[in-house]
């Protein structure tokens, strides 16, 4: 190769090079940057801000912080029992770019059974220190560490998870490991089975870059081990399902647009869980089954807290 061909092909590499560069940097800023709630943006539905007031103004609201093993400052909502013998505890996970105040909703139905609540922000929302969205992967170690924040608190602590879309494939990756057996039951709501196939079918790259999914997917992934320190080819509630033994309840709308219902199927069939049960609400769309079909959402997660000794 001639001394020009040389340095057109090293003009070359170093332009694809920065190209790469430029592109990763945008993937990861829009995908892997956690997002603010705006205060003034609206919900998909009244009960959830109806929620949302109940978490922020209830009277018996305390905020509780606690260290991640990265040293992260971690914070959570606590609401206390009005019995202080009772060992019941709802622990509630949110979804992608809100805050636990979107947990209202759920936490007002447990309440009324007066138990204690628990409503962790995860890891760079709300009033958590994080500068990259875990995807249930990190955040799986997080919900581990409130847990025994929970046991420190009550050693006698009966505790379930309820987590919704980002939330729900938090509580399939925290089954994923050994957990103490004050951990009796979950609710996952709405969760992908696998982040990258998740990512591709609804082509959440595409507004973030012009380039193939897979070529955008891997400059993603090597960003995100640089910045994160984590592998996003490890965010798979699948797997983790099927090292799961608590017992659980998969919710889904079948005309999820966001997250196929084919999913919740996927993660019945592999989760090893003791006991495992889906119910799907019909026409609701991501998240909406609580207010599509309240009647059934609750029957059916009251259902399984009795036998699951929690009602």
């Excluded at 090292?243 to 199927?265: C, E, F, K, Q, Y």
């Amino acid at each position: 190769m001639s001394k020009k061909g040389r340095m057109a092909a090293v003009l070359l590499t170093a332009a694809a090079a920065g190209l790469g560069i430029t592109a990763g940097e945008k993937l990861y800023s829009n995908i892997m940057v956690p997002k603010a709630r705006k205060e003034d943006e609206p919900d998909f539905s009244e009960l959830v801000t109806k929620g949302r007031m109940f978490v922020r103004n209830h009277p018996d609201h305390q905020d509780i912080y606690l260290e991640s093993i990265d040293l992260l400052k971690l914070h959570a909502v606590f609401i206390a029992s009005d019995n202080k013998d009772e060992h019941k505890y709802a622990l509630l996970i949110h979804g992608y770019n809100d805050n636990c105040e979107s947990m209202g909703i759920y936490a007002e139905h447990y309440k009324s059974y007066g138990m204690n609540l628990l409503l962790p922000d995860l890891r760079g929302y709300g009033k958590s220190e994080g500068a990259c969205v875990g995807f249930g992967y990190d955040d799986r170690l997080d919900i581990i560490e409130w847990i025994y924040w929970i046991l420190k608190r009550d050693p006698e602590a009966k505790i379930f998870l309820h987590g919704v879309s980002m939330g729900a494939a938090t509580v399939f990756m925290t089954l994923g490991e050994t957990l103490p057996e004050n951990v009796v039951f979950a609710v996952a709501d709405s969760s992908y089975s696998d982040l990258k196939t998740e990512f591709s079918r609804v082509h959440i790259m595409s507004k973030s870059s012009a380039l193939p999914f897979d070529i955008a997917w891997n400059i993603l992934r090597a960003m995100t081990k640089l910045r994160a320190g984590y592998d996003i080819d490890d965010v798979c509630p699948l797997k983790a399902a099927a090292r799961a033994v608590t017992p659980i309840l998969i919710l889904h709308g079948d005309a999820d647009r966001l997250i196929p219902v084919s999913m919740a199927n996927e993660l019945l069939d592999a989760c090893s869980s003791r006991t495992k049960k889906i119910a799907t609400f019909a026409g609701a769309d991501h998240l909406r089954g609580v207010v599509t079909d309240p009647a059934k959402y609750w029957n059916e997660i009251d259902t399984a807290l009795t036998e699951a000794g929690l009602l």
